[in-house]
């Protein structure tokens, strides 16, 4: 499935805007879902959203409503936008190729990359 890699994290006021990309090499991207996860010092890390092959998508309680996950295929990219952005959206955020369940999780099965961490001031 190849590396994927996260960009696009900062710094941002409470109520800002940030997107982030997860780029992808590899042939496989396509047939792959992806998720975005994060983890907040002394958290465990969460899902924060899926999209499938097919677009399918689905988002945590918390981020329903503020955040927005899409793809590009041609560009081997997913990105996740968020808006509405709250402290305790400060996390590492990462992406990871996934296993949807029938449950609608997204098991990630890929290693870790670096991450991009989000910071949200007050």
């Known amino acids: 499935q190849g590396q994927l890699v996260e960009s696009g994290g900062g710094l941002v006021q409470a109520g800002g805007s940030l997107r982030l990309s997860c780029a992808a090499s590899g042939s496989t991207f396509s047939i792959n879902a992806i998720g975005w996860y994060r983890q907040a010092p002394g958290k465990q890390r969460e899902l924060v959203a899926g999209?499938?092959?097919?677009?399918?998508?689905t988002y945590s309680h918390s981020a329903k409503g503020r955040f927005t996950i899409s793809r590009d295929n041609a560009k081997h990219t997913v990105y996740l936008q968020m808006n509405s952005l709250k402290l305790e959206d400060t996390a590492v955020y990462y992406c990871n190729a996934a296993t949807k369940t029938p449950s609608g999780n997204y098991l990630p099965t890929g290693p870790w990359g670096q991450g991009t961490q989000v910071t949200v001031s007050s």
């Open positions: 999209i499938s092959s097919g677009g399918d998508t």
